[in-house]
C-alpha cells in the first residue's frame, strides 16, 4: 500500500519535472538549450519524457495546422516570395563558393606562414620556458662549481659558507630537479669531507708547533732579552749620570752589554698589542705552504734586523678555520675538547726534560725555548678566539708547567758544579720568568727558586775560588815584592790599598813588606764579589738583600775557602821559616784590608755599614787565625829545627874533665838561632818575642830532657861541666837580645831551672837547697827534688864504679854517705809533697 502510494508520489514528481523541462525548452534560446537536454539524459525517465515531447509536438503542429489555415492566402504569397528569393540565393551561394575556392586558393601559403610562425611562437615559448629555468639554474651549478673550487684547494672555510647558501638559499628554489635532489643528498657528505680534512690540517698544525715550540719560544725570549737589555743600559746610564763616582760593576756591565751587542733593535712589541692587531683573518694559502704548517721561515732573517714577533712565525689560520668550521656545524665543544686534550699531551711531551740536560747551556736553553713556545701559542689562542681556551684553561697548564719545570731544575741544577754554567742558567731563568711574566703568567715561583740556587752558586763559587786561592799561594814565592819604578809601584798600590810614607821616601829600586799573593788574594776577593752581584741581578731584590747576600758569601770565601787554603800552606811539610814569617806578614796586610773591602760592598750595594742588620765581614777574624797559625807553626817549626841540632848532641856523659868551649851542635845551633830571629824584622814585636821565647823555652825543656833522659844512666861532673858550658852559651844568646822588646833579663829565664840545676850539682850546695827547699827567697827554687834526685842518682852510680870525687878519695867514705844522706833527703822531700 505504501509501496503504491510511493510510486504514485514519483510519477507525478517525474511528470512535473518533465512538464518544467518541456517549458524551458520553449521558452529557452536554442542555443542554451543544451544543459537542458542534459538534465534529460541524465535521468532515467528517458522514454517517458520522449512521449511527452511527441505530445507536445503533436499539440503544436495541430496550433500550426489552425493558423495556417486560417493565413492561407498570406502563406501562399510567402511561398512565392520565397521561390524569388531562392534563385537570388542560389546565385549568392554561387558567388560565395567561387569566392571562398579563390579564398582559399590564395590563402594556402598564408596558412603555411601561420603555421610557420606558430610554430616559431612555440619554440620561442619553449625558449623562454627553458631560459627561466636556467636562469634558476645556472646559480645552484655555479655555486656548486665553486664548491668544488673551494673544496680542491683546500679552502674549507669559504666552502663550508658556499655550502651553507647552496643548501638554504639556491636549492629551495629548484628543488624540483632530480639533480638537485643528487645535490642535497650529498651535502652531509660534504660537510663531514671539510671536518676532516679541516681536522687533518689541525693535526698538521698541532705536530709542526709542537715541532717548532723552541724556535717560537727562541724568538719571543730574543725579543725579551732585547727589551732587557735596553732597559739595564737605561738603568746603568741614569745612576751613572746620578752618581759622580762611576761604580766598576756598573760600568763593566754597560761595556759588556755594548761591546756584544752593538746593534740593539727595539723589536719587542707589546704582548697584548700583538694581541689586538692580529685580527682572525683566514688566509686562502694552500694546504702545504709554510703558513698552512703553522711556522714561517725566518731562517734567512739577518740579524741586525728587527726580531719578529712570536706571532709573526706562526700562522694560526688552520686553528681558526677548524674553529669556524666546527662552531658552524655546531660541534665546537667537540672541537674544544680534542684541542685542549691535544695541547695537554703536547704540554707533557714539551716538560719533559732531556737527561742531558745539565751538560750544557744549549740543554736548558732548548728546554725553556720549547716552554716559552707552547705558552706564547696558548696565549695568543686565548686572546686572538672567543672560548678555544680560557683562563681557567692556561692557569691549570701553567700550574702543572710551573711545578715540573721546578722540579727539573732543582734535580738537573744540582749536577752543575761549574759557576759560569750556573750564572748562565740563572740569567737564562730569568730571561725564562720575564719572557713569560710579559704574557701574564705569574713567575714568582721561579724567582724564589732561584734563591735556591744563588746558594748552589755560593758553593761552586767558593769551590772555585778555592781552586785560585790554591794557585796562587802554591806559585807565590813567599819574597816581598820587589819594584824598580814608578810605574810598577803605582801598579801594585792601585791594585792593593797599601800606603806607606817611609816606603814611599826610599829610593828604587826597593820592596813592598808583602809577596804577591797579598793583591792577588785581595783582587780575587772582589772579583768573587763581582760573581756575587752577577747572579742578584734581575732577581727583583732589595739593596739590603743584595748586600746581605754579598757579605755572607764573602764571609764563606773568607772563613771557609780562604781559610783552608791558608791553613793548608801553613801546615804543609816544606813550609820554611821564612815562609812562615811572610805569610804572617801578608796575613797582617789583608787584615787591615778588610776594611776597603767593607768599602767596596757598600759602594756596589749602596747600604751603609751602619744599617740595621748589616752582616759584618769576618775577613780580621779569618786573617787573625791564619796568623796565629803561622805562627804556632813557627814555634812548632823552630822547636822542631832545634830537635834536629839537638839529634845532633854527642856527648860523653863518663868524661872526667870538660871541653875548653861549648859543643859544636850547639854553636851551629845558637847561629842558627840568629840567623832565624833576624828575618823577623817584619814582623809584629809580640810575634817574633813570643816566637823566640818559645825557642829558649824548647830549648832549655829539650836540654833538660837530655840531661835526665833513661838511657843515660851515669854521668861525671866533668860531662856536667861541659853541659853546663853549653847552657852558658844558651845564656849568653838570650843576653845578646836576638829580638828586641825583652825587658832586662826575661829571656834568660827560659833556662833559669837548668841554670839553677847545674848551680846545684857543680857548687854542690846541698845545704843551702834542703835547708831553704819551699821558701819563696830560696836560691834553688826551680829545682825540682824529683829531677835532683834522678841526677843524683846517675853521679852516685858512676861515684861507685869510677869515683866521681876522686880528688877527696881520703873522703871517700864521707862522700859516699853524704850522698845517700841527700838522696833519703830528696826522696822525703818527694813524699811530703805527694802526701
Known sequence: MERGKMAELESLETAAEHERILREIESTDTACIGPTLRSVYDGEEHGRFMEKLEARIRNHDREIEKMCNFHYQGFVDSITELLKVRGEAQKLKNQVTDTNRKLQNEGKELIIAMEELKQCRLQQRNISATVDKLTLCLPVLEMYSKLREQMKSKRHYPALKTLEHLEHTYLPQVSHYRFCKIMVDNIPKLREEIKEVSMSDLKDFLESIRKHSDKIGETAMKQDCRYNQWKIIAKIFFSLLLSPNIKAQQQRNLDNIVSQHPRISGGKKSKKE?????DVEVKNTSPMSEQDSGILDVEDEDEDEEVPGAQDLVDFSPVYRCLHIYSVLGARETFENYYRKQRRKQARLVLQPPSNMHETLDGYRKYFNQIVGFFVVEDHILHTTQ?????????????????????????HSSYCSDPSLVLDLKNLIVLFADTLQGYGFPVNQLFDMLLEIQDQYSETLLKKWSGVFRNILDSDNYSPIPVTNEEVYKKIVGQFPFQDAELEKQPFPKKFPFSEFVPKVYNQIKEFIYACLKFSEDLHLSSTEVDDMIRKSTNLLLTRMLSNCLQNVIKRKNVGLTELVQIIINTTHLEKSCKFLEEFITNITNVLPETVHTTKLYGTTTFKDARHAAEEEIYTNLNQKIDQFLQLADYDWMAMEPGSKASDYLVDLIGFLRSTFAVFTHLPGKVAQTACMSACKHLSTSLMQLLLEAEVRQLTLGALQQFNLDVEECEQFARSGPVPGFQGDTLQLAFIDLRQLLDLFIQWDWSTYLADYGQPTCKYLRVNPTTALILLEKMRDTSRKNSVFAQFRKNE????????????QLRSLINSHHS
Not at 700583538?274 to 692580529?278: D, G, N, P, R
Not at 672560548?387 to 734535580?411: C, F, H, P, Q
Open 387 to 411: 672560548g678555544l681556551v680560557n683562563r681557567a684553561y692556561i692557569d691549570e697548564l701553567w700550574e702543572m708547567a710551573l711545578s715540573k719545570t721546578i722540579a727539573a731544575l732543582r734535580t
Open 274 to 278: 700583538v694581541c689586538a692587531s692580529s
Open 813 to 824: 867514705r864521707d862522700k859516699q854517705k853524704l850522698i845517700d844522706t841527700v838522696a833519703k
